[in-house]
């Protein structure tokens, strides 16, 4: 069992259910997805970008990327609808707290200059998005093999449908917020 998900069901759904008064255990809020996004811009003159930015994402989270397409024509941007863009993967079960306890205590304290998240990336449902600026912040990936450098999206996707209470069960998790 994954570390970050006994200490959810040992230690932060007893305090949970203390702290908010809930009568039962199944409305504490939960993390029910983790979605981490790759939108490859370079994608539409390169498709090499696109395989190395799969490659990339697979080696962090451990599962396959699924190729995202643009849903409308863009002239501007030299954009047809049905184009490869990006990659996306989403995570569940044991995999995502895996990764989420990976996100916490390894990748986020080798970002240069972190002093902690933003409270303002969470929406009116109570998931959380962070952007990372680059790849290489991630063990996993040998910075001799990037090309291209590359950032991503991270959305934790929480079942509370509450913002203030989706950041206490994300900072009990141990997610360092800014104050």
């Not at 259910?17 to 979605?35: E, H, Q, R």
């Not at 939108?39 to 190729?67: F, M, R, S, W, Y």
């Amino acid at each position: 069992m994954a570390r970050l998900l006994k200490l959810y069901k040992d230690k932060i759904v007893p305090e949970m259910v203390k702290k908010f008064g809930y009568k039962n255990v199944l409305v504490v809020p939960k993390i029910s997805k983790i979605v981490v996004n790759m939108g490859v811009g370079k994608a539409l003159e390169n498709k090499k970008c696109l395989e190395d930015a799969q490659k990339q994402l697979g080696l962090i989270t451990g599962q396959k990327p699924v190729v995202t397409r643009a849903r409308k024509s863009i002239a501007g941007f030299k954009l047809r609808k049905g184009n490869a863009i990006g990659c996306k993967v989403t995570l569940r079960g044991v995999r995502m707290y895996e990764f989420l306890d990976r996100l916490i205590n390894v990748t986020l304290p080798r970002i240069k200059d972190f002093r902690g998240l933003s409270s303002r990336g969470f929406d009116q449902a109570g998931n959380y998005t962070l952007g990372i600026q680059e790849q290489l912040v991630f063990p996993e990936i040998n910075p001799e093999d990037v090309e291209f450098v590359q950032g991503m999206d991270v959305t934790i996707v929480v079942s509370g449908k509450n913002k203030d209470r989706s950041k206490e069960l994300l900072r009990s998790l141990g997610t360092p917020f800014r104050e």
